[in-house]
């Protein structure tokens, strides 16, 4: 994305995807903060998220001064509403591909947001020189996200059985998927 706004209009409202910045570090947090709370589908939970204002700072920071990684958030009528991140593997071998998280305000959900971060997320990913495979995990009883990823092109390679531990009697599959972009 290289900075440059993409802005949409939906609903009425003005739909702006950008390359993430330091300054979205308090935004950034609460969705994260409030998505971990919900305890839906992330491994993570409230009290094993510690992550402090300006740790997330340096993590974006991070993320921007490396070629093969990104953030991306999305905005309506200024406010940062969801965002998108996609973290590199650093070993040589491995360094083609790299895996995405996404979380979007829960009141902004169902809005075509996450649809227009994948495609901002691809797009980056495809003009990527250095990135030619795009993963993602995702619950087994996350229908919709699993939906959504099919509907961009993503395939299942693989399951994790019982990756995922909700409870005493309680577990999920965690489903690997992916999408190949700079085919050689």
Not at 82 to 102: A, P
Request: with cysteine; hydrophobic share 40%.
């Amino acid at each position: 994305m290289g900075g440059k706004c993409v802005s949409v209009f939906k609903n009425n409202e003005k739909y702006t995807i950008r390359t993430g910045k330091v300054e979205d570090a308090e935004a950034v947090l609460e969705i994260q903060k409030s998505v971990i709370a919900e305890g839906d589908y992330l491994i993570s939970v409230s009290e094993e998220f510690i992550q402090t204002l300006e740790q997330q700072r340096e993590w974006i920071q991070g993320l921007l001064e490396n070629r093969i990684e990104t953030l991306i958030v999305a905005e309506i009528n200024g406010e940062v509403v969801g965002w998108i991140v996609f973290l590199s593997q650093y070993r040589k071998r491995l360094s083609h591909t790299g895996s995405f998280g996404m979380m979007i305000s829960k009141r902004y959900r169902g809005m075509g947001i996450g649809k227009m971060l994948i495609r901002a997320l691809l797009d980056w990913a495809e003009k990527n020189p250095l990135i030619e495979k795009v993963c993602l995990g995702v619950f087994s009883t996350n229908h919709r996200a699993i939906s959504l990823y099919k509907s961009m092109g993503f395939v299942e390679e693989g399951r994790k059985i019982k990756e995922i531990k909700i409870n005493e009697n309680e577990y999920v599959d965690d489903i690997l998927m992916y999408k190949f972009v700079n085919k050689n």
